[in-house]
């Protein structure tokens, strides 16, 4: 019997439908500058408690009864440096979210912004033999889907169904119980590095918990950032983290395109702290209390002391000026959008009807990112925050919770996968094992 090179993600997707029963799961954010967790009540508010066809199978409601958030440690680029400090960092804020919530979470869904996503876009087709499309034909026309190469070390985490044709006509959501001679479908398939995914699984087990599902990032980023209208009509999605800047383009209500650049907020940072020579904690503050990107003639006067515990009297209480800051800062920023661009143009982005780019994400707070951000994309801007959710405390309702709230938002909405069909076991992706078959039964 073929092996189901999916085992992993559909016993996930089990674990995610016995928290909804339970009515408790919780949601980790692990990311290079801080880890956020947060617990949610969930209540059956669906029609169907079991996946289907369509972006909000399965769907839940939920209330945030707790959340937590600490320094993160041990994360490097989105991807773990050091285990045992990131599981520190993971329980201290999970605990925290457990004790606010006072309830005890067994189930969590993690994203992960590292591990170098990649995007792939497929194709299949199957005759349909009855009178309409059915179930099977689903989990066929899936199955008939060409794999490409992705490489040894790389896993599949998302395989979405982003568009049904039925004949002629396309853009079915949900094709089942129309008729029709010939179903198509196009898949939007995303790998990222099977190392990632596995110590990511493993802190969360030295954590105590069970992981209910792996997203990546700019995923759930972009379902929390965007509104409706955006998704719908089409958008690119920057999420501006500290290590990472995930990259996601939405069109029809569906991921399209991702990608990532590693670089974040933390080279800027660390520029502040080697061109002033002070620590990194004391270039943080600066960063997040003085910076920007827009120098005017009212910086050359605004003088800010640098402070720091050097020891040093006369270093700990030099001055600078706002635009020697901002002089600092603009380089690293708009090398960073630079980066960000080439991603979208390598994707078709300037090719959409429509070209909306929304910034979010930590280190898309600096005061007139936006403005420098529409010079560089050449298109419209805006700042994205978090969708407003049930429960959610007002400190974590910022760009920085993005990638958090947009977990929640698909713990309890999720889009369908690949895995969530009962595919022929004789149809599996194993396309060397087939054609050596075939090759074996005309032969023989």
Same mark, same amino acid.
């Given at each position: 019997? %073929? ?7 559909? &016993? ?15 949601? %980790? ?14 209540? #059956? ?13 399965? #769907? =839940? ?11 993160? @440690? ?36 993690? @994203? ?46 998302? =395989? ?76 690119? @999605? ?27 907020? &933390?080279?800027?940072?660390?520029? %502040? ?33 640098? +402070? +720091? ?38 994707? +078709? ?5 429509? #070209? ?14 936006? +403005?420098?951000?529409?010079? %560089? ?16 405390? #007002? ?50």
């Amino acid at each position: 019997m %073929i092996p189901d090179p999916y085992a992993s993600q559909r &016993a996930m997707r089990q674990m995610r439908r016995l928290a909804i029963q339970r009515g408790v799961i919780g949601v %980790i954010d692990i990311g290079s500058y801080k880890v956020a967790a947060l617990v949610l009540k969930l209540e #059956q508010t669906g029609p169907r408690a079991t996946p289907g066809i369509g972006n909000m199978a399965g #769907q =839940a409601g939920f209330r945030v009864i707790g959340a937590g958030t600490t320094q993160s @440690c041990g994360v490097r680029f989105g991807e773990i440096a050091a285990m045992a400090e990131t599981e520190s960092a993971v329980r201290t804020a999970l605990q925290a979210a457990q004790k606010m919530a006072r309830a005890r979470v067994d189930h969590v869904i993690v @994203c992960l912004s590292g591990g170098a996503p990649r995007s792939y876009g497929l194709a299949g087709e199957v005759a349909i033999d009855g009178a309409s499309v059915v179930e099977n034909d689903i989990a066929q026309v899936m199955a008939n889907c060409d794999m490409p190469d992705i490489g040894r070390g790389r896993d599949v985490l998302h =395989a979405q169904p982003i568009n049904f044709a039925l004949d002629h006509r396309t853009g079915l959501s949900d094709p089942r119980g129309q008729s029709g001679r010939s179903l198509s479908c196009d898949m939007h398939m995303v790998t990222v590095d099977t190392a990632l995914v596995r110590d990511i699984c493993n802190c969360l087990r030295r954590c105590d918990v069970e992981v209910a599902g792996v997203t990546a990032s700019a995923y759930a980023t972009g379902m929390s950032a965007l509104v409706e209208d955006e998704q719908e009509l089409g958008a690119a @999605c920057i999420d501006l983290g500290a290590g990472v800047s995930g990259v996601s383009i939405f069109m029809k209500k569906h991921m399209i395109y991702t990608d990532s650049v590693r670089m974040g907020g &933390a080279l800027v940072t660390s520029d %502040i702290s080697q061109g002033l020579q002070v620590d990194f904690a004391t270039a943080e503050r600066l960063k997040t209390i003085h910076g920007g990107v827009q120098a005017t003639s009212m910086d050359d006067r605004e003088m800010i002391e640098i +402070g +720091g515990n050097s020891g040093d009297w006369d270093k700990d209480r030099r001055t600078i000026s706002r635009s020697e800051l901002i002089g600092i800062m603009r380089p690293r920023i708009e090398e960073i959008l630079e980066h960000v661009r080439a991603r979208l143009d390598a994707a +078709g982005f300037n090719h959409l009807p429509s #070209q909306q780019v929304v910034l979010t994400g930590g280190a898309a707070q600096v005061p007139g990112l936006d +403005g420098l951000a529409a010079r %560089i994309f050449g298109q419209q801007v805006r700042l994205g925050r978090p969708v407003r959710v049930r429960g959610l405390p #007002q400190a974590a309702s910022g760009p920085a919770f993005s990638s958090a709230v947009g977990l929640c938002v698909l713990a309890t909405h999720p889009q369908d996968e690949w895995w969530d069909f009962d595919l022929p076991i004789e149809s599996y992706p194993a396309r060397s094992l087939k054609r050596a078959v075939k090759w074996f039964r005309d032969n023989w």
